[in-house]
Nanobody, 126 residues
Framework: QVQLVESGGGLVQAGGSLRLSCAAS????????MGWFRQAPGKEREFVAA????????YYADSVKGRFTVSRDNAKNTLYLQMNGLRPEDTAVYYC???????????????????WGQGTQVTVSS
């Protein structure tokens, strides 16, 4: 199984930017679609963005479309999430995840992912 470690979270003012990274170890992630999810206090975990194993397809939640960009560097075994125009409602713990089935286009469903990082806190102040 692959181990995932997120970094790059922090406190930022509304309108600011952050870049999250997710470093994989144990097994390569190049054959797996990857995703970002987030969970705010008292709320369920929700889909944020996903990218196919071959980088051809990306998917975004409507709430982040046009502000967030997901990317990956398979040579570095790393996933990224560039977050611009941050809003207080983006405050949450952000998790990266690797999809269970290799060579797929990507998914928005948490149940399709079997490897998860420990999460990184993003706090956006108004």
């Amino acid at each position: 199984q692959v181990q995932l470690v997120e970094s790059g979270g922090g406190l930022v003012q509304a309108g600011g930017s952050l870049r999250l990274s997710c470093a994989a170890s144990g097994r390569a992630i190049s054959a797996r679609a990857m995703g970002w999810f987030r969970q705010a206090p008292g709320k369920e975990r929700e889909f944020v963005a996903a990218i196919s194993w071959n980088v051809i397809s990306t998917y975004y939640a409507d709430s982040v479309k046009g502000r967030f960009t997901v990317s990956r560097d398979n040579a570095k075994n790393t996933l990224y999430l560039q977050m611009n125009g941050l809003r207080p409602e983006d405050t949450a713990v952000y998790y990266c995840a690797a999809q269970r089935t290799p060579y797929t286009a990507g998914s928005t469903k948490p149940d399709d992912f079997d490897s998860w990082g420990q999460g990184t806190q993003v706090t956006v102040s108004s």
